[in-house]
């Protein structure tokens, strides 16, 4: 019924977002992985999506198929299709704080993405951080300690959310570059890494690098 379509597990943060989402809701779904930054990339996505960009997830249902685009979207959808999976919080002013985390993250920190690209399976240096990336990594600790402070689970709400879908990414991007972390958030990016679908994909992402992929 579902199928999604990704780019590579060591580069693609968009794809994270919406794979953990599935693995995490127990949802069964099939994985078509394009290869990017090569020259059949453009026309391979084209195939799947008109956006041309990757995550698109495909729902297949009495014959019907509806693309959805855009990593937010796809993990909306599965929210929406699966409450008992419980992807946002229950209760209502969690959830409204929730998905203001989560749409920080989808429409912010581009100097972050800019300066510490996504490179899930290396661990590189620390980079010296301009003004702009660091009060951005500033503004993501801050809204991690808060969150955490304020809801036990372990995540940033308690139990697993579409917000910590959101932040996986960021989580990788800090323990690639070494990026130094109070003891909470330190733990928290501990906790998600520990999880068996992101041990999972670091797995994946470790064998492209082992083929000779970014």
């Given at each position: ?73 796809i993990c909306e959808t599965i929210a ?6 419980k992807l946002w919080p229950d209760d ?81 991007r800090f323990l690639t570059y070494g ?36």
């Open positions: 019924m579902y199928t999604l379509v990704i780019g590579n597990k060591n580069l693609s943060s968009w794809s994270l977002r919406p794979w953990l989402a599935l693995k995490m809701a127990g949802v069964p779904f099939e994985e078509i992985v394009v290869r990017l930054d090569q020259p059949e990339t453009r026309a391979s996505i084209g195939q799947y999506s008109v956006a041309g960009k990757v995550p698109v997830l495909k729902i297949t249902e009495s014959g019907k198929t509806l693309t959805v685009w855009d990593s937010l979207a929406e299709r699966h409450p008992e999976a209502p002013e969690a959830r409204a704080i929730a998905r203001s985390y989560a749409a920080e993250m989808h429409s912010g920190f581009v100097d972050v993405r800019q300066n510490l690209p996504m490179d899930f399976a290396r661990a590189i240096a620390t980079p010296a951080l301009d003004e702009a990336t660091a009060k951005q990594v500033a503004r993501i600790v801050s809204a991690w300690e808060a969150a955490l402070c304020a809801h036990d689970g372990g995540f940033l709400f308690g139990g697993f959310s579409i917000a910590d879908c959101l932040y996986a990414p960021v989580v990788s990026i130094a972390l109070p003891k909470a958030s330190e733990a928290y990016c501990a906790r998600l890494m520990a999880l068996p679908a992101l041990q999972e994909w670091k797995a994946a992402a470790e064998a492209e690098i082992a083929r000779g992929w970014k």
